[in-house]
């Protein structure tokens, strides 16, 4: 009866054992997606502001900066980096999609008329504003000083709550903002 008894332990403790590891396993999973997404926003987000810093290094001269509901454009005049001919920039937004109540973006750049990438459809918030030394919103392009440039990216991926049906992700927003100063707007 005791040899009985001992097996029927064991054979417990092994299995809420084994259902622990499991756990943890699931556990793990879950973290690696939040991370691997995360990380998959993040760079996105870094590759396109990387191309926009390189752009407004060498702005000469501001055409348009047009906030409105629909679309923005912002269209500036630029020196491109080992090209001593000045190129017409576009930077314009196009709603892609609306997920979980959150309006997706993307942000087309155009160089002298012709599509040359953008950004990922992960955009959310775009602003571009021409301010003037002190930092304040100037109307006419032509008195800025300084390009102000904010954007916020979602995450599309996530996971399972236990409290809700949709996916979550840990991280859901991150945003990139910056004050460029171009010295031929000065």
Do not use: C
């Amino acid at each position: 009866m005791q040899v009985l008894l001992d097996n029927m332990a064991a054979t417990i403790i092994g299995g809420v054992i084994f259902l622990m590891l499991i756990a943890v396993n699931m556990s793990n999973r879950e973290s690696l997606t939040d991370t691997t997404a995360f990380y998959a926003m993040v760079r996105q987000q870094e590759e396109f502001a990387k191309i926009l810093t390189l752009d407004l290094q060498g702005v000469e001269e501001l055409h348009d900066v047009a906030e409105n509901t629909a679309d923005s454009t912002f269209r500036f005049r630029t020196f491109i980096e080992n090209d001593p001919n000045p190129h017409e920039i576009v930077y314009k937004r196009q709603f892609v999609r609306r997920k979980d109540g959150v309006r997706y973006y993307r942000i087309v750049r155009y160089v002298d008329g012709q599509q040359v990438g953008g950004s990922a459809d992960i955009i959310t918030t775009w602003t571009v504003q021409a301010r003037d030394a002190a930092g304040a919103d100037v109307g006419d392009p032509d008195a800025a000083r300084q390009i102000f440039v904010h954007f916020d990216v979602a995450s599309l991926l996530g996971r399972k709550t236990n409290n809700e049906a949709r996916f979550k992700p840990t991280v859901e927003r991150t945003y990139w903002e910056a004050a460029f100063f171009p010295p031929l707007l000065q």
